[in-house]
């Protein structure tokens, strides 16, 4: 009976550690398809970077902050501005669920992205992006990826 459950657990801790991550030129073409090379000025060198510092790719990553909030996706998009994680008060401002931001297709997560870039600050509301991306040249990013 020991055995079954610690088993059962180590399962549990499998499926909660497992991370779907995605390979930067197919996020590159996911992108572009969704017409974001240029979007409010940002290339997709800018898109890719922000997704590397903060999730490094990985579109399954939540990760909670200090405050109580969560970060949601490939974009660690927050959920007290931007999506209901339904465990604390949140703007709401993209309409909608946190978990949506994890969805592999990726459309919740841009269609969200593309709203916080659109307010003031654009790619400047990512404190990571702000570090590591802004004002910096990163067009290694899309390096060896052929989009058409």
């Not at 499926?15 to 390979?23: D, E, K, M, P, S």
């Not at 200090?66 to 007290?80: E, K, L, M, P, R």
């Not at 909608?96 to 459309?107: F, R």
Request: net charge negative; with cysteine.
């Amino acid at each position: 009976m020991a055995r079954a459950l610690l088993i059962s657990l180590a399962s549990c801790l499998l499926v909660v550690n497992q991370a779907f991550i995605v390979r930067r030129c197919d996020l590159a073409k996911v992108l572009h398809e969704e017409q974001l090379d240029g979007f409010e000025g940002y290339s997709l060198s800018d898109w890719l970077c922000l997704a590397f510092v903060e999730s490094n790719f990985n579109i399954s990553k939540v990760n909670e902050n200090a405050d109580g909030s969560f970060d949601y996706g490939i974009f660690q998009i927050n959920s007290h501005y931007w999506c209901n994680d339904y465990q604390s008060h949140s703007e709401n401002y993209c309409h909608v669920d946190c978990q949506d931001l994890l969805n592999p297709n990726l459309l919740s997560s841009i269609s969200c992205a593309k709203i916080i870039v659109s307010a003031s600050g654009g790619m400047r509301n990512w404190v990571r992006w702000k570090l590591h991306c802004a004002d910096r040249p990163h067009t290694y990013w899309m390096t060896g990826c052929h989009l058409g």
